[in-house]
């Protein structure tokens, strides 16, 4: 799986005073399973160590002005983000991990500036806001917010789930194929988007005789907006509640009693999501219910990984 990420975040010392902002969940976590595409387009434009720069919004236009004697960068910025755009562009991306707050990577997290000195918001980065366009449906996230177990859980499973998609579409699919892939990920997009989900179902049942190129390209643009939504806690509770459903008939008084004392502990924030999910398994095996045992849900990522084992990692 290939991940475009800031350079500053893999340790490179990169930023404008000549500084790396390190980020060890990227590099140590996620860098196990992933190889990593670096980009810096103000390195590329304007060298380390640089004065730093800032965003100006002046008559509704969006300059780069460099705080050192306010000159007018726009142009060099814009020229060296295409640069490494183009370069990113060359690779099969499975996401992009951008720096915060930079003016060139930041993600809904660039400080803009007025004519007169004051802060008018924040928005996207140069670089960013060109990724943004090009790769409207690609996970995309900051390192900032992946502090978040919660943001942090689910931007992995949508990284893992995208991967899959492509891997999937690259291996010459049929009708049968994508009606078993979607048979995979049934409750992983149910914890997602229940409405989606249902429409995905429907794509797959292919009640219209659809050309099959034409099938694919509903499910894909349906099933890479299911996965960007947020799973939470009510919804994977569903999910939950449905699973146990599988072993209505097996399980004895005891065993559902347990099962159930693990659902809710889970939505009411006492354990986390791991123990639930391990009891289900435990069952499925134990009552060979193949079915559950195939279900993306219950591994979405290597499980070295342990983000559903913080209580904080549900919302
Ligand atoms: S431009 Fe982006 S990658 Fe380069 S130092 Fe700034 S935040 Fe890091």
């Known amino acids: 799986m290939k991940i475009a990420v800031s350079s500053c975040l893999l340790g490179e010392k990169i930023r404008f005073d000549g500084g790396h902002k390190h980020d ?15 980009f810096c387009p103000e390195h590329l434009a304007f060298g380390t160590p640089r004065p730093s720069i800032r965003l100006l919004r002046s008559e509704n236009q969006l300059f780069v002005q460099s705080n050192k004697d306010q000159a007018d960068l726009t142009e060099r910025l814009l020229e060296t983000s295409r640069d490494e755009l183009s370069k990113i562009s060359n690779e099969p991306l499975c996401g992009i991990i951008f ?45 900032g917010r992946l502090q978040d177990p919660w943001l942090r859980e689910n931007f992995v499973m949508q990284l893992f789930a995208y991967d899959a998609y ?30 989606l989900y249902r429409e995905l179902g429907n794509i797959v049942a292919n009640r219209n005789n659809l050309n099959f190129e034409i099938l694919l390209a509903m499910y894909e643009l349906g099933f890479k907006t299911a996965i960007s939504r947020k799973s939470s806690i009510k919804k994977t509770r569903n999910v939950l509640e449905h699973l146990a459903g599988f072993f209505k008939n097996e399980l004895t008084k005891e065993e559902k009693k347990i099962l159930h004392s693990h659902i809710s502990d889970f939505a009411d924030k006492i354990i986390p999501l791991i123990v639930p999910l391990s009891t289900i398994s435990l069952y499925a095996q134990k009552y060979n219910t193949t079915y559950l045992l195939g279900q993306t849900f219950l591994n979405p990522y290597p499980k070295t990984l342990a983000l559903r084992s913080h209580i904080t990692a549900g919302k």
């Open 24 to 38: 060890h969940f990227v590099t140590d976590e996620l860098g196990r399973f992933a190889e990593f595409i670096p």
């Open 99 to 143: 720096k915060s707050k930079s003016p060139s990577c930041g993600l809904s997290s660039a400080k803009t500036y007025l004519d007169n000195g004051f802060c008018e918001g924040k928005e996207d980065g140069i670089f960013a806001a060109m990724c943004r366009e090009r790769y409207p449906l690609l996970p995309m996230e900051e390192e």
């Open 166 to 195: 492509e891997q999937f579409k690259a291996s010459d699919p049929t009708l049968n194929d994508l009606v078993r892939f979607h048979t995979t990920y049934k409750f992983m997009l149910q914890a997602k988007d229940e409405k």
